[in-house]
């Protein structure tokens, strides 16, 4: 299957207080269209550094990203016009995400004006959208404001205003994190149902790797700015490769509070230690972590099918 988005080699720094910081040192990914790709890892991990250079928020100091065949990387201005409207964002937090002076109609009229969809086309696209994340009838919605609505329904409009250019890829991160848990799975399935219905490319950025398994066939696992496992989400999560993933297993919550749960098998804090050190970067946290880790890096190498990670575990006889 043909990459709808691709990245290769992406690094961002970013200069903090006279020093350099790594956010993303040397990403690389595809996702399809229809498909739905996971990125986690916890904060300050880099992977929603990586979605911002994905969507050309961010200028990636190195590494290039392709879009349906084009090179996007160097684009600016008027040329990433056709880019913006065919990727679009979901916000994590739709209490922010909203002006609050504009009615739910002009909310989404915004960016067909500002895509050049003519303004005959505008109630039609609204009205389908609104059904589609299920605000219905549109009319009773549109001429609302943002602090009339629940965080949920706020959530559906932002959803609303992300499919109404008609984009080939969405990008949510942490799509559910600022909602109550009881309204969470129906907007996981709203956005499942439209990436189904559109064909859409989806991009999820989350620490929550209960959401990441329900929503993405494929996962990507980040440390300190670098991917350290990559593979399909249900193997990868029933039988973690790298310790740091495991680490993210062992800590979904569980439905039982009498369950036993074995202590997580991870030290200290992440580390400040930059990604171009020699060694792995987890060595310092790691339970398993031995001499070579400190000297050589682990590259990202293949283990089985399209399973991939970067650990020197797997050298072991």
Request: aromatic share 4%.
């Amino acid at each position: 299957m043909s990459a709808l988005l691709e990245a290769v080699g992406l690094r961002k720094t970013f200069r903090a207080r006279g020093r350099l910081v790594h956010a993303v040192e040397g990403v690389s990914l595809a996702v399809a269209a229809g498909e739905a790709l996971g990125i986690v890892g916890e904060s300050g991990c880099g992977k929603t550094t990586t979605a911002r250079m994905l969507l050309r928020l961010e200028e990636p100091t190195e590494g290039g990203i392709r879009f349906d065949g084009a090179d996007i990387t160097k684009l600016h201005g008027n040329a990433l016009r056709p880019f913006r409207a065919r990727a679009q964002l979901v916000f994590q937090n739709p209490f922010d995400a909203l002006n609050p002076r504009f009615t739910i109609r002009r909310s989404l009229t915004e960016p067909l004006r500002n895509f050049g969809v003519a303004a005959s086309e505008h109630r039609e696209r609204i009205d389908a959208v609104l059904r589609r994340v299920r605000l219905t009838p549109p009319e009773s919605w549109l001429d609302r404001r943002p602090h009339e609505l629940s965080g949920g329904q706020l959530q559906r409009v932002v959803l609303a205003r992300a499919l109404v250019p008609e984009p080939r890829l969405i990008v949510a991160d942490e799509p559910v994190s600022m909602l109550d848990v009881s309204v969470r799975a129906g907007i996981l399935n709203l956005l499942r149902e439209a990436r189904d219905a559109l064909g859409l490319a989806a991009i999820y950025i989350s620490h929550d790797l209960a959401l990441i398994r329900y929503v993405c066939e494929r996962t990507l696992v980040m440390y300190l700015g670098q991917v350290v496992e990559e593979g399909p989400t249900a193997a990868l999560i029933a039988e973690p490769a790298h310790p740091y993933t495991a680490v993210l297993v062992a800590a979904v919550p569980v439905a039982r509070v009498d369950q036993n749960r074995a202590a997580l098998p991870v030290r200290g804090s992440l580390s400040d230690a930059p990604p171009t050190a020699p060694g792995c970067t987890f060595r310092d946290r790691c339970p398993h972590a031995m001499p070579r880790c400190t000297a050589d890096t682990p590259a990202l190498r293949s283990i089985s099918g399209d399973r991939r990670v970067a650990c020197h575990l797997g050298d072991l006889p």
